[in-house]
Nanobody, 121 residues
Framework: QVQLVESGGGLVQAGGSLRLSCAAS??????MGWFRRAPGKEREFVAA????????NTADSVAGRFTISRDNVANTVYLQMNRVKPEDTAIYYC????????????????WGQGTQVTVSS
């Protein structure tokens, strides 16, 4: 089992950058992913990374702007958000999964508490 603690959310202007962090405790040999839920919308997949960080998948809506990475020594997963847009405003969640493909389809095992990202116009 694993516990996930997220940080890094906040208010950022459109075009700016933000980096979200997800610190894991317990077993950390999982694929990891980021999801988001905007007001009035269903939760959507953002990005996922494999156990050792060699495989990644990123949603089309954020491809080229967001990058997922992980530091297995620090047991931390990151979401680097560049050139953010107002439509990126959402609660962002990190999660564990069996693999990148599972996470890409929304199949996750453990979830973080979520962190709010607000992008102003």
């Amino acid at each position: 089992q694993v516990q996930l603690v997220e940080s890094g959310g906040g208010l950022v202007q459109a075009g700016g950058s933000l980096r979200l962090s997800c610190a894991a405790s317990g077993r950390t040999n999982y694929a990891m992913g980021w999801f988001r839920r905007a007001p009035g919308k269903e939760r959507e997949f953002v990005a996922a990374i494999s156990r050792i960080g060699t495989r990644r998948n990123t949603a089309d809506s954020v491809a080229g702007r967001f990058t997922i990475s992980r530091d297995n020594v620090a047991n931390t997963v990151y979401l680097q958000m560049n050139r953010v847009k107002p439509e990126d405003t959402a609660i962002y969640y990190c999660a564990t999964g069996a693999g990148v493909t599972d996470l890409s389809y929304g199949r996750a095992d453990y979830w973080g508490q979520g962190t709010q990202v607000t992008v102003s116009s």
